[in-house]
């Protein structure tokens, strides 16, 4: 019994030479292993093997039987090495080929700038309010101080609407309608579009959007000072640190003092060049304290509030930051030029 | 507002550099746009009086001419000049001059620097010891037939550079509405003062004492639109050209120069801003001048030819019989001042700005007279311009007042003392600034201030500035005068506290961020478009388009009632360009009207054209189509977790006439339209010249982010496996999926967890009126593990309810 058991052994170890193949294992495998093999043919015939013998035959079966089956394990790691090596060696992509290519959109360059703004805002602690484009006389005009047939109104053409409706002319409508709904102290920032009657040019266009902003609070509390400090902090923000601000003395029918504010021109740095008409500085935005008149348009006294109010172009704004000069690109949607953002 | 600096400098000793000037004006809010500088194409040219004028002894053209050049001496110079003859003054160009006019006809004027110097020269044997000058020589006209005759009082000697104010520096200054005044040199003489802190010296007008002769009365009938209305008749005026001063100086302000007396207006209205009007005396008709409404009248003629229509409101000056002129904004055809006017009747009034301002916009007559109008002149300053024109007549037109002002003012201007209480100022500015200070700024406008109290002073307003009404006007006036640069920076000292977000501008980004995820690229296009374009392509509401009242053009006459015809635009903007594919979305406004009331919507809508996923090298790509541009909608209300609120339905296609019938489908919210999508419909495909499918969808973006949003429950996933079944159905071919699917849910068979189509066959072996659905169901129990068994039970019983119900057959 042992001797057979070791010519198995024997006989199944020659066969599984290291070129066996998967095949010849497989057939080692099931004439030795397997379930009408030999070694599972022995096992059943035990009965027949004297008592005393067994333990030992036992042993010895289970012996030889780990141990092909270990080889076999080894041999078939190996030949799936072997096969993935081969496998390897052949597949072989040319990376410098595109992939494919799942589209990913780009947001409109007004919107990156705007959102920019917005959150310069947010983060000085201004809120986003959205109003209406379609507004009235008396949002529009009448409440922000510019009297009917007033010479102030041509700076600003008008679209109108049925009605007695127009398109507003500016952000500034929002000024009025969060003033009429709410109570100081308020910091309000209300972006949005507007229409002029420009024809679409290089500098201009019949819609356009601007961020109009504001701050109300008791008399004294926001001042002229406040003013400069949100807009120079604001405009440092946007244009870098080293941007210098001017204030300079204008009109708006809704603000007194009005100042249009400068800064250092974001090309040439002060220096001059074309883009500031070679005189260092560029017009950003408008502002000023809130005319008492508009307070008293939204019935806020005068003599116990006061605030600032600004009003900023963003596509001038776009402009300057982006260094182009040309509205048009902005509303044509080239896409050579937006995949640019 | 143009303002030459020589006229500054008669009102203001001003020594500053123009650079500095023009700063300082445009920080205190008269912008200054541009500073034109003015330099004569000569020098060393004075000028000269010829005192003989004798043949050449050796050329029959050229004349031997004695020249007396003033403190410079006399000069012998030969001349070619056939105008030249003694008594003359004339340009004398000494040795040593430069001349860089032209020599030819049309050459242009050459810098001075590369001009050799006039040498003494000899001329057919005689000595000339300088030249006398044609214009085009000197660079001042085309005229080289003769040397340029001066006016006969030209000082001899002066530089005629300075003498003509050739060299001269010019600001542009843009005048904002409030500021009327500085559209007048003394007015912005007054403002250089205020702002260097000089004194204005202002000319002494008084008016010449005449006794009272005849005049025509003047009535005012329209006392709320003409405030004030002097008139001054003149005699023996000889109507004729303006000394070159004059006409310079009215050329370097942008008027052109006409005759003396209109001139004279003219110059007045630019030194103290009070336009002024000359009529023809003679042809004022029954001895009166009455300013009045229109009324009745309805036609008038300007003196530029023009057949006018009135209105009844527009303010006429007429005379017993007929209009004269357009109050403020144009004088009449027949009453103007003509070469043969003798007698004029000089008009200075203060006339309603609103008024002009109607009158002259809407006959599209805007002049120098009707903008200063409009802005507000000085309410006081009629005498003082009308005695200032007198005075000028007499000198230049040789005129004699015939009697004195008649000043007629129905009604004296009220004082207005502004109460200011120092600390608005402060206040305002957030700086404190002296009283001292304060009181001499506002004293430099020429406000009149007096204490009133501690903190307080009464302050009367200027008459030329109607703008100054309230402490806050005045605040300005000092913050600008000493400048915005002085106000420091500070930021506002606020709690903390948190800002409240709008929930609707968060959605919107919420919303870009998906639809630029999923591939589309952003556009803004304007909201103006064509009533074609609204005609074929409604909105989602309805609703009529809002036409705009005064449009632009046809092309851009309406507001948008839907986003699709921008996107389509900026398609074929691209296309034209080589691009291949776009894939697009916009978030804007639309706009329609209802009862006649124009409102405002906001949508978002999205195009994909051409290649929408490219994929390697040899795969096919995969093309933009209704089912891309569905997959992006759901992606999107799977991110915004309404996935399954939402339902695809067949369309209306009135709804969407621009959509391919049988490739659209309207998009539910609730069982609510909010939106449509599908692909462009073939006959719009040609008229865009589109070859391949687009993709189009639009949503009622206001609906969306107003929607509730049910509370999301989260759930663990479950422990217990779950069973698949396949079901293969055999039905009607014009059963929609959806049909199918919920027709299955409808059982609701417990253990069913989720049905999904995961095939649609037609064609061999199914009837040509049917098609075969293969359905995935997936059963399983929460809380233990399914047997075989009880899954074919659910099942089985589940196919046997839905077969009927949906008129199939299994699939064999
Ligand atoms: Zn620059």
Redesign the pocket.
Known sequence: MREQLEAIRNRAMAQLGDDASAEQIENVRVAVLGRGGELTAIMRGMREVPAEERPAIGQLVNEIKRELESRIEALQERQQRARMERALAEQRLDVTLPGTRIGRGRSHPLTQVAEEMIGLFEAMGFEAVATQDIDDDFHNFSALNFPPDHPAREMQDTFFLPGGLLLRTHTSNGQIHVMQRRQPPLAVICPGNCYRRDELSVRASPMFSQIEGFMVDRTGIVTMAHLKGVLSEFLRGLFGAATRVRFRASFFPFTEPSAEVDIS?V??GGG??R??KHS?WVEILGSGMIHPNVLRAVGYDPAEYQGFAFGVGIERTALLKLGVDDMRLFFENDLRFLEQF | MKLPLSWLKEFVQITADPDEISHRLSVAGLEVENIERHRPAFAGVTVGRVLSVERHPNADRLSLCEVDAGQFGRFRVVCGAPNVRPGMVAPFARVGARLGGARKSGEAPVSLDEVAPLQAAEIRGVRSEGMLCSGRELGLSEDHSGILALESDAPLGTDLAQYLELDETVFDIAITPNRGDCLSTVGLAREVAALFGLKLKLPKIKPPAVSDGECPDIEIHAADLCRRYAGLPMGGIRIANSPAWLRRRLELCGMRALNNVVDVTNYVMLELGQPLHAFDLDKIQGGKVVVRRAGDERRFVTLDNQERELRPDDLLIADAVRPLAIAGVMGGLDSEVSDTTTRILLESAYFEPMTIARTARRLGLRSEASYRFERGIDRQGQVTAISRAAALIRQLAGGHELAPVRDVEPEAALRREIDLDLRRVGALLGVDVPRAEIRRRLISIGAAVHTTGKERLGVIAPSFRPDLNEAADLAEEVGRLRGFEEVPERLPQRPAQIITRDPARAFVARTRDTMLGCGLTEIRTIAFVAPEDNRRFPGLDGGSPVVVTNPLSTELSQLRTSLIPGLLGVLRFNLNRQATAMHAFEIAKVFHSTSDTPSEGQRLAAISYGDFIVTSVGAPPIAAGFFTVKGILEAYFVSLGIFDQITFAGIDTARAPYLHPGMAAEVRLAGKMIGVLGELHPQEALRFELSRNCGLFELDFGALADYRHPPRAIEAPPRFPAVRRDLALVLDRDVPAATVIGTVKNVQEPLLESVEIFDVYTGEGIAPDKKSVALSLRYRHKERTLTDEEVNRAHEALVGRVLPLLNATMRQ
């Open positions: 021109c090309l040439c001059g060049c883009v500031c260092g």
